[in-house]
């Protein structure tokens, strides 16, 4: 009888004893989770959220961050350097002022470019949007101005509209910039009237002679 309280005993004993360290080892798994988590501010559900020691609770006031950096119980975040985003479902900002979301991966997809938005010519550098306030050179030689004319290196000019966008090489990112060079092309090929009889590859713009066979060309019908 003896033994069977003692073992007994024991059993419970080790019982309790497993119950504790199991419930110690959950709340230090739960204090690292916590820990690894960083404070920030969030778009949760169309509200705005802040996100402190663990703990998620409405956004009542406007927050600076570190970098200067505004987030507003709108939504709206204003740079140190006057540009602005809007934070959507999901995206968040910790105390830094850095987007810790897909938002950063996308904006650091974003190419650098120039481009004419709601009737304003904007800039966009590093995944933000500013006003143009200057006329800005590519490195192509294109000018492009804050009226949203662009002047090519060649003297042709363009005039960008809602939606059109040019990197900072002068390439454009829209699809005006094909049916520009489509253009170009078809008046090129316009352009060619006289062509050789023998060797109709050999075109030109005004009456001459085959560089192949030597025999005049001849216009085309």
Do not use: W
Request: net charge positive.
């Amino acid at each position: 009888m003896k033994n069977f309280r003692f073992g007994l005993t024991r059993t419970v004993s080790l019982l309790i004893l497993f119950l504790t360290v199991s419930s110690l080892s959950v709340n230090a798994q739960a204090k690292q989770n916590t820990s690894t988590m960083k404070d920030c501010c969030m778009m949760k559900d169309g509200k705005m959220m802040v996100m402190k020691d663990g703990k998620t609770m409405p956004m009542e006031k406007d927050m600076v961050m570190k970098n200067g950096t505004t987030c507003m119980t709108n939504g709206e975040c204003m740079m140190k350097d006057g540009s602005k985003m809007m934070m959507k479902n999901g995206d968040s900002m910790d105390m830094n002022g850095k987007m810790c979301t897909n938002k950063v991966k996308k904006t650091s997809m974003m190419k650098d470019c120039c481009m004419m938005k709601d009737g304003k010519m904007m800039v966009m550098k590093d995944g933000k949007t500013m006003p143009m306030e200057k006329d800005m050179v590519m490195k192509n030689g294109t000018t492009c101005m804050t009226n949203g004319e662009c002047i090519m290196k060649d003297g042709s000019k363009m005039m960008m509209k809602n939606g059109d966008c040019m990197e900072m090489s002068g390439k454009m990112c829209t699809d005006k910039m094909k049916k520009m060079k489509k253009t170009k092309t078809t008046k090129k090929m316009a352009a060619m009237d006289y062509s050789c009889p023998m060797h109709p590859e050999i075109t030109s713009d005004k009456p001459s002679k085959c560089t192949k066979c030597g025999m005049d060309l001849t216009k085309k019908k």
